[in-house]
C-alpha cells in the first residue's frame, strides 16, 4: 500500500519515498485512531498527512517516550537538535532526519506556512519546562502550538470549498478537541510524567490538587471532586468540538469521510471515558474495536458516495493547493464556562 500511496502523490525519489515511508510506519504504529481515518483520505494525499504526523509524533516522543532517566537537559538537547534539521529542510529540502525530510517536502508541495511548524516546536519545549497551567487562557496559548496548528497544517491537503481563512478557525479548533480529548484520557500517564494539563482553576473549583491526584492515582480509588472536575472538563472539550463542526462541510467532499471520522472516534473516547465512571487515574479508556470498526465502515460508505458524486459532476480529483495565507485567530473556540461558551 505504501508504494500505491507514494506512486499516486507522484513521489519518485528513493530518499523521499524512504522517509514517507518512515512516517507512515509511525503513523500506525501510534496514531492507531488518526491512522484509520487517513486510510480514508485519496491515497495520492495520504503521504503528505502521514509526513505532518511523523513529525508532530516524532518530536513528541522526544518530550515524552526517550528513557525515564534521560535527564530534561538531553531531552532539550535533542528538541534543538530537531529544530536546526527543521529549519535546514524548510529553507533547503534537505535534512539528515526522515520526518524532517518528509515534512519538507510536504510543506514545499502544499504550501504550509513554516510559521505552524516554529509554534509547534515552542510548545514542544514549553513541555520540558512546564508541569501545570493555572488558567484555561496559559492552556490555550500552549495548545496553539500544540494542537491548533496542526489542524492549520492539514488544510492545505485536505482542500476546502471556502477560503482557506474561513475554514481555519475550525480546523484549529478540532486540533484543540482533539487534544483535549487525549488530556482527560491521559491524565493518569501525564501525572506520572509529573505534569498537569487540567487547568489549576477547573480543578481548584471542585476541591481538586495535585496531591489528591497523586493520591488517588497511588491508591487507585476515587474521589468524587475528582469525578467533578473530569465531567466539567468533558463537557467543556464536547463544546469545542461543538465550535469545530461546521468546518466539516467546509473541507473538500473527498476529504469529509476521513475528518469526520476522526471527529467521530475521538468523540467516541470521551463517552468511553464517561461509561467507565471518570476512573481515567486507574485505567485508559479506549473505544471499543465494534465500534471503531462500525464508524469505519460509515466512512468507507460516505467516501464512496462522495467518489461517485465527484464522477458524476466531472470535477477536478485534486484542485491544486490555496497559496498560504495569514492563519486565522481562534480567539473565542476555547474560554472557560465562567466566561463564554463556545459557539
Given at each position: 500500500?505504501?508504494?500505491?500511496?507514494?506512486d499516486?502523490?507522484?513521489?519518485?525519489?528513493?530518499?523521499?519515498?524512504?522517509?514517507y515511508?518512515?512516517?507512515?510506519?509511525?503513523?500506525?504504529?501510534h496514531?492507531?485512531?488518526?491512522?484509520?481515518?487517513?486510510r480514508l483520505?485519496?491515497?495520492?494525499?495520504?503521504?503528505?498527512?502521514?509526513?505532518?504526523y511523523?513529525?508532530?509524533?516524532?518530536?513528541?516522543?522526544?518530550?515524552?517516550?526517550?528513557?525515564?532517566?534521560?535527564?530534561?537537559a538531553e531531552?532539550s538537547?535533542?528538541?534543538?537538535?530537531?529544530?536546526?534539521?527543521?529549519?535546514?529542510g524548510?529553507?533547503?529540502?534537505?535534512?539528515?532526519e526522515?520526518?524532517?525530510t518528509?515534512l519538507a517536502?510536504?510543506?514545499?508541495?502544499?504550501?504550509?506556512?513554516?510559521?505552524?511548524?516554529?509554534?509547534f516546536?515552542?510548545?514542544?519545549r514549553?513541555d520540558?519546562?512546564?508541569t501545570?497551567?493555572a488558567?484555561?487562557?496559559?492552556?490555550?496559548?500552549?495548545?496553539?502550538g500544540?494542537?491548533?496548528?496542526?489542524?492549520l497544517?492539514m488544510?492545505?491537503?485536505?482542500g476546502?470549498v471556502?477560503?482557506?481563512?474561513?475554514?481555519?478557525p475550525?480546523a484549529?479548533?478540532?486540533?484543540?478537541a482533539?487534544?483535549?480529548t487525549?488530556f482527560?484520557?491521559?491524565?493518569?500517564?501525564?501525572?506520572?510524567r509529573?505534569?498537569?494539563?487540567?487547568?489549576?482553576?477547573l480543578?481548584?473549583?471542585h476541591?481538586v490538587d495535585?496531591?489528591?491526584?497523586?493520591?488517588s492515582r497511588?491508591?487507585?480509588?476515587?474521589?468524587?471532586?475528582?469525578?467533578?472536575?473530569?465531567?466539567?472538563?468533558a463537557?467543556?472539550?464536547?463544546?469545542?468540538?461543538?465550535?469545530?463542526?461546521?468546518g466539516?462541510?467546509?473541507?473538500d467532499?473527498?476529504a469529509?469521510?476521513?475528518?469526520?471520522?476522526a471527529?467521530?472516534?475521538?468523540?467516541?473516547i470521551?463517552?468511553?471515558?464517561?461509561?467507565?465512571g471518570?476512573?481515567?487515574?486507574?485505567?485508559r479508556?479506549?473505544?471499543s474495536?465494534?465500534?471503531r470498526?462500525?464508524?469505519?465502515?460509515?466512512g468507507?460508505?460516505?467516501?464512496?458516495?462522495?467518489r461517485?458524486?465527484?464522477?458524476?459532476?466531472d470535477?477536478?480529483?485534486l484542485?491544486p493547493p490555496?497559496?498560504p495565507?495569514?492563519?486565522?485567530?481562534?480567539?473565542?473556540?476555547?474560554t472557560?464556562h465562567?466566561?463564554k461558551?463556545p459557539?
Amino acid at each position: 500500500m505504501t508504494a500505491r500511496e507514494l506512486d499516486a502523490a507522484g513521489i519518485t525519489d528513493p530518499v523521499l519515498r524512504a522517509a514517507y515511508a518512515h512516517c507512515r510506519r509511525l503513523n500506525a504504529r501510534h496514531g492507531k485512531t488518526y491512522f484509520l481515518a487517513t486510510r480514508l483520505l485519496p491515497v495520492e494525499r495520504r503521504p503528505a498527512v502521514h509526513a505532518l504526523y511523523g513529525f508532530a509524533r516524532w518530536a513528541d516522543d522526544i518530550v515524552d517516550d526517550l528513557e525515564i532517566t534521560t535527564a530534561p537537559a538531553e531531552r532539550s538537547l535533542a528538541l534543538r537538535r530537531l529544530q536546526a534539521q527543521l529549519d535546514r529542510g524548510l529553507r533547503t529540502g534537505e535534512s539528515g532526519e526522515p520526518v524532517v525530510t518528509a515534512l519538507a517536502d510536504t510543506a514545499r508541495r502544499y504550501a504550509i506556512d513554516p510559521l505552524h511548524f516554529g509554534d509547534f516546536m515552542t510548545s514542544m519545549r514549553q513541555d520540558l519546562e512546564v508541569t501545570e497551567y493555572a488558567t484555561y487562557g496559559d492552556l490555550e496559548r500552549y495548545m496553539h502550538g500544540s494542537a491548533a496548528v496542526i489542524g492549520l497544517q492539514m488544510l492545505p491537503v485536505l482542500g476546502t470549498v471556502v477560503p482557506r481563512a474561513e475554514a481555519a478557525p475550525h480546523a484549529a479548533a478540532l486540533g484543540v478537541a482533539f487534544q483535549l480529548t487525549n488530556f482527560l484520557r491521559d491524565v493518569g500517564e501525564d501525572l506520572d510524567r509529573g505534569r498537569i494539563y487540567l487547568p489549576q482553576e477547573l480543578l481548584a473549583a471542585h476541591g481538586v490538587d495535585r496531591a489528591l491526584l497523586r493520591w488517588s492515582r497511588t491508591t487507585g480509588r476515587g474521589d468524587p471532586r475528582i469525578t467533578e472536575a473530569l465531567k466539567e472538563a468533558a463537557a467543556f472539550t464536547r463544546g469545542v468540538y461543538a465550535t469545530a463542526a461546521p468546518g466539516l462541510a467546509m473541507l473538500d467532499p473527498v476529504a469529509r469521510p476521513c475528518i469526520r471520522t476522526a471527529f467521530v472516534l475521538y468523540g467516541a473516547i470521551l463517552d468511553a471515558i464517561a461509561d467507565g465512571g471518570y476512573a481515567v487515574l486507574h485505567r485508559r479508556a479506549a473505544v471499543s474495536r465494534r465500534r471503531r470498526a462500525a464508524v469505519a465502515c460509515d466512512g468507507l460508505a460516505r467516501l464512496t458516495a462522495a467518489r461517485l458524486r465527484h464522477r458524476l459532476t466531472d470535477s477536478p480529483a485534486l484542485p491544486p493547493p490555496a497559496p498560504p495565507e495569514e492563519p486565522a485567530s481562534h480567539d473565542g473556540t476555547y474560554t472557560p464556562h465562567t466566561r463564554k461558551e463556545p459557539v
